[in-house]
C-alpha cells in the first residue's frame, strides 16, 4: 500500500496518510507527493480532504528529516540547507493556491509538521480528544517553518504560546487558539466531516474558489481595498452562469 493514498469521489479529492504504524510521519518525499496531489487535482474537484489513517493524524515529519539538526551532525551550508527545506514551504504552499478549499479531518496526535499542516488546511474539523503540539523548540530546533504555516491562522498571543512552552494542547484549547474551524465528539467525526462534505459539493465550484481568493487576497488589505475587491467579486461571481444553474 502506498504511504499516502489518494482517491478522486465525484468532486472531492481524499487524501490519506499511510503510515499509521509511524503515526504517519511524513519524509520529504512524502511531503513533496502530498504538495504534488493538492496541485495536480482535477479541475472539476470541490473539495480536498486529508486524512491521517489509523489512531493519530500526523506526528510530524520522518525522523530522518532532523538528522541536519542533530548536535553531531556536520553543519550545512545555509544555501544547502535552505534548498533541502523548500519542500516544506511548497507544501504550505500548496495548500494556499489549490483554488479549492482543503479539509483536514484530525484524530489522535498531530504534532510538529502534523499540527502545521492540521493549521494551514482551509477548514479543520478534529476529534475532541484530538492533541496539537509544536515540540521544535524543546529539540533545539527554531520552528521557523511551522511558524510560516500559523502565520495568518493564529493570533498572535497564541502563536508564540505554543512555540514558546511547546505544551501538548487539547482540542478545546487549539480551537480557541485558531488551529481549528470545529470539534467534534470523537465517535462522530467522521459523521460531522460527511456533513460539511456534502454541504461544499452542493455549492458552485465558481462560489468555492472566489471564497478561497477572497480569503487569500485580503489577509494584509486595508479595509478599503478588501472592500473593492469584494464589490468586483461578487458581481462578477454571482452573475455567472454556473450560479445560475439549478
Do not use: W
Request: glycine share 6%; net charge negative; aromatic share 6%.
Amino acid at each position: 500500500m502506498a504511504d499516502i493514498e489518494m482517491k478522486a469521489q465525484g468532486a472531492v479529492l481524499s487524501i490519506t496518510l499511510n503510515r499509521p504504524e509511524l503515526g504517519n510521519r511524513l519524509s520529504d518525499e512524502m511531503v513533496a507527493a502530498l504538495a504534488k496531489m493538492i496541485e495536480t487535482a482535477a479541475d472539476g474537484t470541490k473539495l480536498i480532504v486529508l486524512r491521517g489513517a489509523g489512531k493519530d493524524f500526523c506526528l510530524g515529519r520522518d525522523l530522518a528529516a532532523y538528522a541536519a539538526y542533530g548536535h553531531d551532525a556536520p553543519l550545512p551550508e545555509a544555501l544547502d540547507l535552505r534548498q533541502r527545506n523548500e519542500v516544506i514551504f511548497d507544501c504550505y504552499n500548496a495548500f494556499r493556491r489549490s483554488q479549492v478549499p482543503v479539509l483536514a479531518v484530525v484524530q489522535g496526535g498531530a504534532l510538529g509538521f502534523g499540527c502545521a499542516l492540521a493549521a494551514v488546511a482551509d477548514v479543520t474539523i478534529a476529534a475532541d480528544d484530538a492533541s496539537f503540539q509544536f515540540p521544535e523548540m524543546s529539540h533545539r530546533i527554531l520552528p521557523g517553518m511551522a511558524m510560516s504555516a500559523v502565520v495568518d491562522r493564529m493570533p498572535a498571543k497564541a502563536l508564540m504560546y505554543m512555540f514558546y512552552s511547546t505544551a501538548l494542547v487539547d482540542a478545546a484549547t487549539a480551537l480557541t487558539f485558531g488551529l481549528l474551524s470545529q470539534v467534534a465528539p470523537a465517535q462522530s467525526l467522521e459523521s460531522s466531516a460527511s456533513r460539511f462534505i456534502e454541504t461544499v459539493i452542493a455549492t458552485p465550484r465558481a462560489a468555492l474558489v472566489a471564497v478561497k481568493e477572497y480569503a487569500r487576497a485580503t489577509h494584509r488589505m486595508d479595509v478599503q481595498s478588501a472592500s473593492d475587491f469584494a464589490r468586483n467579486l461578487h458581481a462578477t461571481i454571482n452573475t455567472s452562469s454556473e450560479m445560475r444553474r439549478t
